[in-house]
C-alpha cells in the first residue's frame, strides 16, 4: 500500500483513534474577534517557548486570524461543547454564542475556557491541505481546573478517563 492509495475515510477513521483536547484559535481582524476550532494543536519547544496549530487551507477564519499577526488557543473545558460546534461552523456570528474578553496584551479570551495562551505568528509551513503554524508564546494562564472537551472517533467522547485523574 502506498500513501497515493491511502481512502481518506480510512485515514481518518484511524486516526480518530487518537484521543486529542479541543482548542478554538482566536484573534482579532482589525477590531473584529475571529476564530476557528481546532484539534491539531500541540507544544512544540520549551525554549523557546513554541506551539503549533494545524488549520485548513478552506478555512475563511485563518487568512483573517493570520492578517493579525497573533493567535490565542483556548483549551475547551468538557462543559464546553457548545462553543466547539459554534466555532467549528463555517461562518456565521460565532462570538455571539459566547463571552469573551481581550487581555491587557490583547489577547482573545473565550470565557470559561481551561487555560489560554497568546502567542505571535513565528512562521507557517505548507501541510498538505493544511498549513502549519508555529507561534511564540507571549502570556499564557490556567483559567479553572475542570475536566478537557476531548475529541475521539469522530466525537465528543466525555466518558474517557484521563490519566492522572484523581
Not at 483559567?143 to 490519566?163: A, I, N, Q
Request: overall charge negative.
Amino acid at each position: 500500500m502506498t500513501a497515493t492509495s491511502i481512502d481518506a475515510r480510512d485515514f481518518r477513521t484511524v486516526l480518530g483513534h487518537f484521543c486529542t483536547g479541543v482548542t478554538v484559535i482566536t484573534g482579532l481582524d482589525g477590531t473584529e474577534p475571529v476564530g476557528l476550532t481546532c484539534q491539531s494543536f500541540s507544544s512544540l519547544s520549551l525554549d523557546p517557548p513554541l506551539v503549533l496549530f494545524c488549520p485548513s487551507r478552506t478555512s475563511r477564519s485563518w487568512p483573517r486570524i493570520r492578517h493579525g499577526g497573533r493567535f490565542s488557543v483556548n483549551v475547551l473545558a468538557e462543559d464546553q461543547q457548545e462553543v466547539c460546534e459554534a466555532f467549528g461552523s463555517p461562518g456565521g456570528t460565532k462570538f455571539d454564542a459566547v463571552g469573551w474578553r481581550l487581555t491587557p496584551g490583547g489577547a482573545v479570551v473565550i470565557d470559561g475556557v481551561l487555560a489560554w495562551l497568546d502567542c505571535s505568528i513565528e512562521c507557517v509551513h505548507g501541510g498538505g491541505d493544511h498549513e502549519i503554524v508555529v507561534g511564540r508564546v507571549r502570556e499564557l494562564r490556567v483559567e479553572r481546573d475542570h475536566r478537557p472537551l476531548l475529541f475521539y472517533r469522530g466525537g465528543h467522547d466525555l466518558g474517557v478517563s484521563l490519566v492522572g485523574e484523581r
